[in-house]
């Protein structure tokens, strides 16, 4: 009966700490989105600074923010582009006094970035969950936000 009862104590305390650190991380995906209208709004005032993440052909399709870091996340091919975290650990030491948000099509690339660097302790890291396009043509090209024409470097 000791034992039995042993084991649901370990059992119970299992399962409360499981369900803790899904609430936790629960409350950290939501306090990483920014409205696009947010967004665009510290953009201008020069708060953001936005970190793209789509591919070279996203870019060149549909153009990017003005002054926004391009840091592609996947290869065309969409593999692993092995330099991202790199890349962007440099974009983001570099600029600790700002808000960063990242950026993708529709928001899923972007919140798996951001949530990333949330997990490795860097701050004030958001994602914009409408992206570029949105999925419902509510990205920020659709609402006519800032948008220039991507040459290569």
């Known amino acids: ?15 409360f700490f499981k369900l803790q650190g899904v609430l936790n ?5 939501k306090d990483i989105n920014i409205s696009i209208n947010q967004a665009l709004e510290s953009y201008k005032s020069n708060n953001l600074k936005i970190i793209d993440i789509r591919t070279y052909k996203e ?10 870091y391009l840091i592609n996340m996947h290869e065309e091919d969409f593999s ?3 330099n991202f975290i790199k890349e962007t ?11 960063v ?3 993708c099509a529709s928001g899923a690339r972007s919140e798996i ?31 006519g936000y800032p948008i220039e024409s991507y040459i290569d470097k």
């Open 1 to 15: 009966m000791v034992a039995r009862l042993n084991f649901r104590l370990i059992i119970f305390f299992l399962i």
């Open 25 to 29: 991380s629960q409350d950290i995906m």
């Open 59 to 68: 870019w060149k399709m549909t153009g990017i923010i003005p002054n926004s």
């Open 101 to 103: 948000a990242f950026i």
């Open 113 to 143: 970035a951001a949530n990333y660097f949330i997990e490795k302790n860097y701050k004030n890291i958001f994602h914009i969950p409408e992206g570029i396009l949105g999925k419902n043509k509510d990205g920020w090209l659709f609402l």
């Open 89 to 99: 650990e440099k974009v983001l030491d570099e600029n600790k006094e700002f808000d």
């Open 80 to 82: 692993e582009n092995i």
